[in-house]
């Protein structure tokens, strides 16, 4: 049978495209493969992070620091059956540096169709201990006299990322109160002379505290409230300054600046967007609990209460960002309040409550007469914190990757060197 050109074209269109087939079925096995790899590293490099910085806090003592580091990674996962690792001190020399290392063989799954069996990951980190070099206050409790002014309950562990330490100022022991199973970590945690702190349960505080000779004084404490009449009734607003009422929103919208006097409620699936200013909050609070995407970019909000009528739906409400939803706020990065994300009255001593989430907020959390409460579990953002004092009793870890958006410098602490 003779064989015309045509097909002959034909068997080589097959050829060549079943030969696309198998390089584009390849490379997407690869990168599928290679991505789940990543992921891994990334969630590796924090607990060598985290493991590094609880030897340091040992430090000069070799061998208690070695023995603090593996215990932090084997309670955050790292089975020494499955992952690697190596724990050197004194460091290139320097008996104030730890370093770090784990190393994983993991097999490949969808890339055995090129011919790529495992990948090998790795994390290292090198940690030290400062004394002074940049470590500023995460969380400030500004209280002078209250007993667990800062207070973690509860099996789930409290992360700070970065050169953030915990301060308590109060004179009361213990000021620095922590039970449960849960660990907190931190570059540095700060108790004033003469008051102390308390660990109970199988849990751990890293560093150990250290005393301090001096409360740290507000940094914010001469910051100027919004003029209300300068800034004026937002469009949006529930009611007027005489006829204070709550906006409670049901179904997804966008809200711009102003003052709301009666506050703000958050419910069901909506999904809300804040323009970029200046929301005041008088009266009512600020309440989201629904399960939608919330999102600010540029926003600062300040709780207070409605100065014609400060009562019922005028008075000081509680701010509660909880519920189910993805909330993601920006602070301003320039004007009159950059970096301030959440502010609450002097004169509001109501709890302020924030859950960890998928989302996050970015910016300075002051709530300098009141109680500041983390719960749920998940990302918390790029905060820093300053308030009366603070509870962390999150279902699950809770995570502050340490921006210091204000200098608040302490006397000493753990750092990250590599």
Same mark, same amino acid.
């Given at each position: 049978?003779?064989?015309?050109?045509?097909?002959?074209?034909?068997?080589?269109?097959?050829?060549?495209?079943?030969?696309?087939?198998?390089?584009?079925?390849?490379?997407?096995?690869?990168?599928? !493969?290679?991505?789940?790899?990543?992921?891994?590293?990334?969630?590796?490099?924090?607990?060598?992070?985290?493991?590094?910085?609880?030897?340091?806090?040992?430090?000069?003592?070799?061998?208690?620091?070695?023995?603090?580091?593996?215990?932090?990674?084997?309670?955050?996962?790292?089975?020494?059956?499955?992952?690697?690792?190596?724990?050197?001190?004194?460091?290139?020399?320097?008996?104030?540096?730890?370093?770090?290392?784990?190393?994983?063989?993991?097999?490949?799954?969808?890339?055995?169709?090129?011919?790529?069996?495992?990948?090998?990951?790795?994390?290292?980190?090198?940690?030290?201990?400062?004394?002074?070099?940049?470590?500023?206050?995460?969380?400030?409790?500004?209280?002078?006299?209250?007993?667990?002014?800062? !207070?973690?309950?509860?099996?789930?562990?409290?992360?700070?990322?970065?050169?953030?330490?915990?301060?308590?100022?109060?004179?009361?022991?213990?000021?620095?109160?922590?039970?449960?199973?849960?660990?907190?970590?931190?570059?540095?945690? *700060?108790?004033?002379?003469?008051?102390?702190?308390?660990?109970?349960?199988?849990?751990?505080?890293?560093?150990?505290?250290?005393?301090?000779?001096?409360?740290?004084?507000?940094?914010?404490?001469?910051?100027?409230?919004?003029?209300?009449?300068?800034?004026?009734?937002?469009?949006?607003?529930?009611?007027?300054?005489?006829?204070?009422?709550?906006?409670?929103? *049901?179904?997804?919208?966008?809200?711009?600046?102003?003052?709301?006097?009666?506050?703000?409620?958050?419910?069901?699936?909506?999904?809300?967007?804040?323009?970029?200013?200046?929301?005041?909050?008088?009266?009512?609070?600020?309440?989201?609990?629904?399960?939608?995407?919330?999102?600010?970019?540029?926003?600062?909000?300040?709780?207070?209460?409605?100065?014609?009528?400060?009562?019922?739906?005028?008075?000081?409400?509680?701010? !509660?960002?909880?519920?189910?939803?993805?909330?993601?706020?920006?602070?301003?990065?320039?004007?009159?309040?950059?970096?301030?994300?959440?502010?609450?009255?002097?004169?509001?001593?109501?709890?302020?409550?924030?859950?960890?989430?998928?989302?996050?907020?970015?910016?300075?959390?002051?709530?300098?007469?009141?109680?500041?409460?983390?719960?749920?579990?998940?990302?918390?953002?790029?905060?820093?914190?300053?308030?009366?004092?603070?509870?962390?009793?999150?279902?699950? *870890?809770?995570?502050?990757?340490?921006?210091?958006?204000?200098?608040?410098?302490?006397?000493?602490?753990?750092?990250?060197?590599?």
């Amino acid at each position: 049978m003779r064989t015309t050109s045509r097909q002959t074209e034909r068997g080589q269109t097959l050829v060549l495209f079943l030969f696309v087939l198998v390089a584009l079925l390849g490379i997407t096995a690869l990168v599928l !493969d290679v991505g789940l790899a990543f992921n891994e590293k990334a969630a590796l490099q924090s607990d060598v992070d985290a493991a590094a910085l609880a030897g340091a806090s040992a430090l000069p003592d070799a061998d208690a620091a070695k023995v603090l580091a593996a215990d932090y990674a084997e309670r955050n996962g790292l089975d020494p059956d499955d992952v690697k690792l190596t724990y050197t001190t004194p460091y290139k020399g320097d008996s104030t540096r730890i370093e770090v290392v784990a190393e994983i063989n993991r097999t490949l799954f969808l890339a055995k169709v090129v011919g790529k069996d495992s990948v090998d990951i790795r994390a290292r980190a090198v940690a030290s201990m400062t004394k002074g070099s940049g470590v500023d206050a995460a969380f400030l409790a500004l209280s002078p006299n209250m007993c667990r002014s800062f !207070d973690k309950s509860g099996s789930s562990d409290l992360i700070i990322n970065g050169p953030g330490g915990i301060v308590a100022n109060s004179s009361c022991t213990p000021s620095i109160n922590r039970t449960g199973g849960g660990d907190v970590s931190a570059a540095a945690i *700060n108790y004033v002379d003469g008051s102390g702190y308390n660990e109970t349960g199988s849990g751990s505080l890293s560093p150990t505290p250290e005393s301090v000779g001096e409360p740290i004084a507000d940094p914010l404490t001469s910051m100027v409230a919004p003029d209300f009449t300068a800034l004026g009734i937002s469009p949006d607003s529930g009611g007027t300054a005489a006829a204070p009422s709550t906006k409670s929103i *049901n179904s997804s919208t966008t809200l711009h600046p102003g003052v709301y006097y009666g506050g703000i409620e958050i419910r069901s699936s909506a999904d809300v967007t804040f323009e970029p200013g200046t929301y005041v909050i008088a009266g009512g609070g600020f309440k989201i609990s629904g399960s939608g995407t919330i999102t600010g970019t540029h926003v600062t909000f300040y709780n207070s209460f409605d100065p014609q009528k400060s009562t019922g739906a005028g008075a000081c409400g509680a701010i !509660d960002l909880g519920g189910s939803a993805k909330v993601t706020f920006t602070a301003p990065i320039s004007g009159v309040y950059k970096s301030i994300g959440v502010w609450q009255d002097k004169a509001c001593t109501n709890e302020m409550s924030i859950a960890g989430g998928q989302g996050g907020s970015t910016g300075v959390i002051y709530a300098p007469t009141a109680n500041v409460k983390f719960v749920g579990s998940g990302n918390l953002g790029s905060i820093q914190a300053i308030a009366n004092s603070f509870n962390v009793a999150g279902t699950g *870890n809770l995570v502050v990757n340490f921006v210091p958006f204000i200098d608040i410098p302490l006397t000493g602490g753990l750092k990250l060197d590599e």
